[in-house]
């Protein structure tokens, strides 16, 4: 299941962001990846650990944390730090896979990648091609979304950036370590959480809502890992 979560980042956020990476030094996107990867990936980044990155990354982070639909869906135990990611001139990233654990970089932590997420810095009307192309359950969905929103997909899915062909598209990306490692397990409690706000929207709180939100924790204290 993809989930797409509108305004993580307000439009300020979006032009703090798209200025400070204008300035920044980018490298080539092969630094992060292994074999399978470097093959297919043609694109830029910021080195993980400049101080643009950091203070970046740390500002979405921030803004996720407040976010509830986000923290719904993916139910987060621990999220690496953003990786920004930029493509013009035909640079793509063909299809792959992305790796099932991940170093944090800096520390001696590795996370188990449940979920990936792609937050779009650039409006679409910037650049041409680019979409996110994601092999899910219910075949291939293809992403473009509006600056400051993100997607959030399992990281299993086999996955690809088409050729920007004109402009310029700039992305932070990042992975998830899910409390709740199990897709279908997520994905149940995530459509329980959501008819539950929506009662709540609708009635207000009854014995019911009441009812299902402790039956809601119930099974999230099942199949909660942390
Ligand atoms: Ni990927």
Redesign the pocket.
């Known amino acids: 299941m993809m989930v797409h979560v509108p305004k993580v980042l307000a439009a300020e956020q979006v032009a703090y962001c798209r200025h400070a990476l204008d300035e920044a030094e980018w490298i080539d996107g092969k630094a992060t990846v292994g074999e399978q990867?470097a093959l297919v990936k043609r694109n830029r980044q910021l080195p993980e650990l400049s101080p643009v990155a950091k203070q970046l990354g740390e500002m979405i982070l921030v803004a996720l944390s407040k976010n509830s639909l986000f923290f719904s869906a993916a139910l987060p135990l621990r999220t690496v730090p953003p990786l920004f990611n930029r493509y013009e001139g035909g640079e793509r990233?063909g299809t792959?896979?992305?790796g099932a654990v991940r170093a944090v970089p800096g520390t001696s932590f590795f996370i188990r990648t449940d979920l990936?997420s792609t937050l779009f810095l650039s409006e679409p009307s910037e650049y041409e091609g680019g979409e996110l192309v994601v092999f899910d359950t219910y075949g291939k969905q293809e992403v473009k979304l509006a600056a400051g929103d993100l997607v959030l997909y399992p990281a299993g899915s086999l996955?690809r950036v088409n050729p920007v062909t004109q402009g310029q598209r700039t992305c932070a990306?990042f992975w998830t370590q899910s409390m709740v490692p199990d897709n279908q397990q997520r994905e149940l409690l995530f459509g329980f959480d959501a008819t539950i706000q929506s009662l709540r929207r609708k009635q207000g709180e009854s014995d019911e809502t009441v009812a299902l939100a402790g039956h809601y924790h119930n099974l999230l204290r099942l199949w909660t890992q942390v």
């Open positions: 990867g990233y792959h896979i992305d990936s996955h990306i």
